[in-house]
Protein backbone atom coordinates (compact mmCIF):
# COMPACT_ATOMS: atom_id res chain seq x y z
CA UNK A 1 0.00 0.00 0.00
CA UNK A 2 1.38 3.75 -0.68
CA UNK A 3 1.32 5.95 2.15
CA UNK A 4 -1.76 7.80 0.67
CA UNK A 5 -4.47 4.54 1.16
CA UNK A 6 -2.84 4.23 4.22
CA UNK A 7 -3.51 8.26 5.10
CA UNK A 8 -6.93 7.63 4.00
CA UNK A 9 -7.72 4.36 5.46
CA UNK A 10 -6.38 5.55 8.93
CA UNK A 11 -9.01 9.08 8.68
CA UNK A 12 -11.58 6.72 8.05
CA UNK A 13 -11.08 4.38 10.47
CA UNK A 14 -10.25 7.22 13.36
CA UNK A 15 -13.87 9.01 11.95
CA UNK A 16 -15.84 6.22 11.98
CA UNK A 17 -14.75 4.71 15.51
CA UNK A 18 -15.16 8.76 17.00
CA UNK A 19 -18.73 8.30 15.24
CA UNK A 20 -19.69 4.92 17.42
CA UNK A 21 -17.96 5.98 20.52
CA UNK A 22 -20.09 9.24 20.30
CA UNK A 23 -23.14 7.20 20.02
CA UNK A 24 -22.41 4.77 22.59
CA UNK A 25 -20.47 6.29 24.81
CA UNK A 26 -20.21 10.74 24.96
CA UNK A 27 -20.95 13.08 21.99
CA UNK A 28 -17.40 14.31 23.37
CA UNK A 29 -16.06 12.15 20.66
CA UNK A 30 -17.11 14.08 17.69
CA UNK A 31 -13.89 16.59 18.56
CA UNK A 32 -12.08 13.82 17.44
CA UNK A 33 -14.09 13.80 14.04
CA UNK A 34 -13.44 17.61 13.94
CA UNK A 35 -9.82 17.39 14.36
CA UNK A 36 -9.68 14.23 11.83
CA UNK A 37 -11.74 16.67 9.51
CA UNK A 38 -10.05 19.49 9.47
CA UNK A 39 -6.56 17.97 9.14
CA UNK A 40 -7.72 16.35 6.12
CA UNK A 41 -8.74 19.69 5.07
CA UNK A 42 -5.38 21.26 5.28
CA UNK A 43 -3.38 18.41 4.03
CA UNK A 44 -5.09 19.03 0.64
CA UNK A 45 -4.30 22.65 0.85
CA UNK A 46 -0.95 22.55 1.74
CA UNK A 47 0.05 19.07 1.07
CA UNK A 48 1.69 18.59 4.86
CA UNK A 49 0.38 15.84 6.25
CA UNK A 50 2.08 14.57 9.85
CA UNK A 51 0.97 10.69 9.44
CA UNK A 52 2.41 10.60 5.33
CA UNK A 53 5.87 12.39 7.10
CA UNK A 54 5.82 9.42 9.61
CA UNK A 55 5.04 5.97 7.50
CA UNK A 56 7.36 7.98 5.13
CA UNK A 57 10.23 7.83 7.18
CA UNK A 58 9.09 4.10 7.84
CA UNK A 59 9.93 3.43 4.70
CA UNK A 60 6.17 3.27 3.48
CA UNK A 61 6.00 3.54 -0.57
CA UNK A 62 5.03 6.84 -1.56
CA UNK A 63 1.93 7.91 -3.42
CA UNK A 64 1.15 10.99 -5.82
CA UNK A 65 -0.49 12.76 -3.29
CA UNK A 66 2.13 13.45 -0.62
CA UNK A 67 5.37 13.06 -3.22
Known amino acids: MSVDRVVMAFAG ?11 YVSTDW ?7 GANLLQA ?18 AGCAFE
Open 13 to 23: SVILLSLLLSH
Open 30 to 36: LWVTAFV
Open 44 to 61: SITGLCPLAKILKAMGVR
